[in-house]
Structure formats: C-alpha cells, structure tokens
C-alpha cells in the first residue's frame, strides 16, 4: 500500500511562473516530511523539510506547505528556473519508525 | 567532504547468480538506509542500520536479500540467486542519526538477465 502518493507523474511550467507539486499522505502518524530532487542517474537531494507543528517553511525558491487535516502537501518554486527540471519526491515518516515513506515522483520540465 | 558513494555503479549479471552492492556513508553518519527504486516507482524502503543496534530488516523482499553493516562504516547488500524481478536501482542513503535528513549515493543500477 501506497501511503504517500503523487499523483501527478509530470508538470510542465515556464520559466519565472510558479510550480506546484503535490503530495498527499495517508497516515496520520506522520510528522516529518521532506521533498527530494533527483537529476538523471544521480540519487535523490534533499530540498526541505518541514515538521508536523508548522504549516509552512521557507527556504529561497521552495516554500513548503503542510495541511495537516488534509493529509497534503505541497512544494512551491518561485521563481522556477530551467534548472529546476527533475523528478521531485515527497517522503514522510514517523518518529517512532524508521522507515521513510518515499511518493512515486513527479517530472518538472521548466520551460525556458 | 565525501558524500555518499557506491559501487559499482552498473551491474549486470545472469539470473541465478549473486551479486554484492556497496555503499560507503558520510563518515560520523550513525544510521544507514538501502533502497529500491524499479522503473516508474518510487523509493520503496529494504532496510536500516543505526549504530549498533540490531537493523530493521522489515523492508527486505525475501530471504533471498541480506545486508551488513560493520559499525557506523561500510554497508554491503547481498542479492542470492538473482531474479529478473530484482532489476533496479539500489540507493543507498546515511543520515546524521534516526530521523534526519538523508543524503543518498548515486545508485547502483542492477540489471539481471
């Protein structure tokens, strides 16, 4: 079972506007969440993270955003830049797990 | 400094055979974490070292998959008799303790034929 879910695979955005990627969750236990950034054959980079007792955290570009209620959240990048293309996921865990619970993915094309 | 490595960074081998991965952590990382990720999937977890507490080795497929880990260096993941369905890439990632950030290696992609 899926427990965190992208269910967008690609997103195509123009350079300079906004780009939005979703992730949404289905255990209520989770309190951490991060977005990584995966360029081709390389592994994953972590981009931010932000804890279950903030709704939003902001790091220059990326802002992320946490609806707790909602089990969702979301990546922003403002202003998107052509080197923003890549495959990002979102992932969760618990405190008391160990396991991080990784999403299937989504492929931003920045257009320049 | 050093970021994760690992090696080698493709391999191909005969169904049946065995194979064995390696990942070299950020020196001072306590926990250890492999992955798996098959074409067109996400990161699906196998296994965990912290320290030296015994692993959580909840996520591994079959009996058919073991690692190790000597302290807070090295890790090998072995793979016995191959299967085709085994083809992926192999991450492996290390973190500052439980909990924290994970930085990953570039991968190793399996294939098996």
């Known amino acids: 079972d899926q427990q965190v879910k992208q269910n967008s695979p690609s997103l195509s955005v123009q350079e300079g506007r906004i780009s939005i990627l979703n992730c949404d969750y289905t255990?209520?236990?989770?309190?951490?969440f991060l977005w990584y950034k995966k360029y081709p054959a390389e592994g994953p980079t972590f981009l931010i993270s932000?804890?279950?007792?903030?709704d939003k955290n902001e790091d220059g570009r990326f802002t992320v955003f946490l609806n707790k209620s909602a089990k969702h959240l979301s990546l922003h990048i403002v202003p998107s830049q052509p080197g923003d293309s890549a495959v990002y996921f979102c992932?969760?865990?618990?405190?008391?797990?160990?396991?991080?619970?990784f999403g299937t993915g989504t492929s931003l094309t920045v257009i320049p | 400094g050093a970021g994760v490595s690992q090696s080698p960074s493709n391999k191909v081998t005969e169904k049946g055979k065995d194979v064995e991965l390696r990942c070299d952590p950020i020196?001072?990382?306590?926990?250890l974490y492999w992955y798996r990720q098959r074409l067109g999937q996400g990161l699906e977890f196998l296994i965990y070292?912290?320290?030296?507490?015994?692993?959580?080795k909840s996520g591994l497929p079959s009996d058919r998959f073991s690692a190790e880990r000597t302290g807070e260096s090295v890790s090998t993941l072995t793979i016995q008799r191959t299967q085709q369905e085994d083809s992926a890439v192999y991450l492996c990632?290390?973190?500052?303790?439980?909990?924290?950030?994970?930085?990953f290696g570039p991968g190793t992609r399996l294939t098996v034929t």
């Open positions: 992932a969760a865990n618990e405190n008391t797990g160990n396991q991080f619970y």
């Open positions: 255990n209520s236990m989770f309190d951490y």
């Open positions: 070292f912290q320290g030296n507490s015994a692993p959580d």
């Open positions: 932000i804890s279950s007792i903030k």
């Open positions: 990632a290390s973190s500052l303790m439980r909990g924290y950030e994970q930085y």
């Open positions: 020196s001072g990382h306590t926990a």
